[in-house]
């Protein structure tokens, strides 16, 4: 995918608020902002996600991230929903995929 973050604004305190500013490898930067919901370090992270310029198929989704210790570091388990369409599914799972992968590569 080889997207980045451009801009980054983040209150990681459970009611605060993060913006970022994504660049696809072609095209126009986007937006992506919303409202942490829970904060609980080291266990779980949620947030909302929404689109400042939004497809209209997306809509505002939830995001949850929890850590487990694992045999070889942390598991990490990704959720997020709803979503209006498979393709827009699709499309958030290949995002994280490819941003996971590269926080893989930073950490070895």
């Known amino acids: 995918m080889g ?4 801009a980054l604004g983040v209150d990681a305190v459970e009611g ?8 696809p490898p072609e095209g ?4 992506i902002r919303g409202t942490f919901r829970t904060v609980e370090a080291p266990r779980c992270l949620a947030f909302t996600f929404v689109y400042e310029e939004p ?13 487990e210790p694992a ?7 990704l959720e997020q929903s709803p979503f209006k ?3 827009r599914c699709a499309l ?8 996971l992968e590269r926080l ?4 070895t």
């Open 3 to 6: 997207f980045s973050a451009v």
């Open 16 to 23: 605060g608020n993060y913006r970022l500013a994504m660049e």
């Open 55 to 67: 497809d209209p198929d997306d809509q505002e989704t939830l995001v949850t991230a929890t850590f």
């Open 85 to 87: 369409t498979a393709a």
């Open 28 to 31: 126009d930067v986007f937006h």
């Open 92 to 99: 958030h799972r290949d995002g994280w995929t490819d941003s």
């Open 104 to 107: 893989e590569q930073a950490l």
């Open 71 to 77: 045999e070889q570091g942390t598991r990490v388990v």
